[in-house]
């Protein structure tokens, strides 16, 4: 079984910061993609950030220069550092992995529970 666990949110005032973190574990293989969406309350889940293994990154527009999402492979770990917050961004942040999984031969789209984040004004 292979599980994702999030961990990070909270509460912040506007300008200010927060580090979300995921941890991918289970009988894991490897690990292609691994990122973080959002979700607001009465929208769509939405694209933050990937990483590839090869440490390949894309952002939405909305949160270039504000967040960085980084990974260690070796923990099958990946992290999105969140600067210069905005009301806009509370969501709760799901974490996102493609997982190839001991027995198996292509990757699995696994999603963790998600974590909320809330931006004050």
């Known amino acids: 079984q292979v599980q994702l666990v999030e961990s990070g949110g909270g509460l912040v005032r506007a300008g200010g910061s927060l580090r979300l973190s995921c941890a991918a574990s289970?009988?894991?293989?490897?690990?292609?993609?691994m990122g973080w969406y959002r979700q607001a309350p009465g929208k769509q889940r939405d694209l933050v950030a990937t990483?590839?293994?090869?440490?390949?990154?894309t952002y939405a527009d909305s949160v270039k220069g504000r967040f960085t999402i980084s990974r260690d492979g070796a923990k099958n770990t990946v992290h999105l550092q969140m600067n210069s917050l905005q009301p806009g961004d509370t969501a709760v942040y799901y974490c996102?992995?493609?997982?190839?999984?001991?027995?198996?031969?292509?990757?699995?789209?696994?999603w963790g529970q998600g974590t909320q984040v809330t931006v004050s004004s």
């Open positions: 996102n992995a493609d997982i190839v999984r001991s027995g198996s031969y292509r990757p699995y789209d696994y």
């Open positions: 289970g009988s894991i293989v490897s690990i292609a993609v």
């Open positions: 990483i590839t293994s090869g440490g390949t990154t």
